[in-house]
T-cell receptor
Framework: DAKTTQPPSMDCAEGRAANLPCNHS???????VYWYRQIHSQGPQYIIH???NNETNEMASLIITEDRKSSTLILPHATLRDTAVYYC???????????FGTGTRLTVIP | GAVVSQHPSWVICKSGTSVKIECRSL??????MFWYRQFPKQSLMLMAT?????????EQGVEKDKFLINHASLTLSTLTVTSAHPEDSSFYIC?????????????FGPGTRLLVL
């Protein structure tokens, strides 16, 4: 069952920031927000996760709203290699079933 | 860190044969491993969850006698597709999760593409 909603596709100019939104209005207090991406014909790649605070790592930043009902993944300087399907997933600690849904297909344009 | 490998990366086999796919966590001990399947233009679907030293738990609709899973060590899980048929052709992906600390993130292998003729 989908717990998140994402736009099906987005374009972003190379070198610009890519902001990928995700709605998760039914998220519960002990559920994390995970972001993965899948480049064509490869396994999903973990990007970042968070509970309620904003998070940043070498790949991206995750901004979670105060009510936790939505979040935004930010790729600060998109490159052509960032073209992929991005999945926003919510789940409890150690949740077995990561429901991938349909994700957002991000296309970075030269 | 958190590297997961799969072997083979692709395999072509005749209908009726069995195919074994290996999944290894290279730099951490995976207490739990997961097997997913992805058909063209579809999302990943969880097939089964395995914990080291115990029987796998299969998702509804996945035949346990057809998809044999063994998780004999903390770094290796295998999926055997027995008597493979063309409809089993798919992209098989494993993931591994270490000791559940914090979020218990899953890390994925590169996938194995199976084509059954």
């Amino acid at each position: 069952d989908a717990k998140t909603t994402q736009p099906p596709s987005m374009d972003c100019a190379e070198g610009r920031a890519a902001n990928l939104p995700c709605n998760h209005s039914t998220i519960s207090g002990n559920e994390y927000v995970y972001w993965y991406r899948q480049i064509h014909s490869q396994g999903p790649q973990y990007i970042i996760h968070g509970l309620k605070n904003n998070e940043t790592n070498e790949m991206a930043s995750l901004i979670i709203t105060e009510d936790r009902k939505s979040s935004t993944l930010i790729l600060p300087h998109a490159t052509l290699r960032d073209t992929a399907v991005y999945y926003c997933i919510v789940g409890e600690t150690g949740a077995n079933n990561l429901f991938f849904g349909t994700g957002t297909r991000l296309t970075v344009i030269p | 860190g958190a590297v997961v490998s799969q072997h083979p990366s692709w395999v072509i086999c005749k209908s009726g044969t069995s195919v074994k796919i290996e999944c290894r966590s290279l730099d951490f001990q995976a207490t739990t491993m997961f097997w997913y399947r992805q058909f063209p233009k579809q999302s990943l679907m969880l097939m089964a969850t395995s914990n080291e030293g115990s029987k796998a738990t299969y998702e509804q609709g996945v035949e346990k006698d057809k998809f044999l899973i063994n998780h004999a060590s903390l770094t290796l899980s295998t999926l055997t597709v027995t008597s493979a048929h063309p409809e089993d052709s798919s992209f098989y992906i494993c993931s591994a999760r270490g000791v559940v600390e914090g979020a218990g993130t899953q890390y994925f292998g590169p996938g194995t593409r199976l084509l059954v003729l």
